[in-house]
Nanobody, 118 residues
Framework: QVQLVESGGGLVQTGGSLTLSCAAS????????VGWFRQAPGREREFVGT????????FYADSVKGRFITSRDNAKNTAWLQMNSLKPEDTGVYYC???????????WGQGTQVTVSS
């Protein structure tokens, strides 16, 4: 069983930056792909980005490409999502999740709120 704890959310003005953390415990973090997702009020959860087990490969949704960067340190069992040039439409609850060899995201964090004011 893997436990994920996100932190780093908050209130920021348009154009500002935030860095979210996803700290893992209880599993082999270095074997998992990490995914980032967000959910705005009244909307479905959407994919934001992902990083593979080694950190050597990342992929982003078009809406955040060029503004968000995800990274990880397996020695610290932690992944990060650096968010730059934030826009009001980036507002939402941000989640990290991990998956192994399968396609299903197996474990999820509790989420952290990000609010971007205009």
């Amino acid at each position: 069983q893997v436990q994920l704890v996100e932190s780093g959310g908050g209130l920021v003005q348009t154009g500002g930056s935030l860095t979210l953390s996803c700290a893992a415990s209880g599993g082999a973090f270095n074997t998992y792909q990490v995914g980032w997702f967000r959910q705005a009020p009244g909307r479905e959860r959407e994919f934001v980005g992902t990083i593979n087990w080694s950190g050597g490969s990342t992929f982003y949704a078009d809406s955040v490409k060029g503004r968000f960067i995800t990274s990880r340190d397996n020695a610290k069992n932690t992944a990060w999502l650096q968010m730059n040039s934030l826009k009001p439409e980036d507002t939402g609850v941000y989640y990290c999740a991990v998956r192994g060899a399968g396609s299903q995201w197996e474990y999820w964090g509790q989420g952290t709120q990000v609010t971007v004011s205009s």
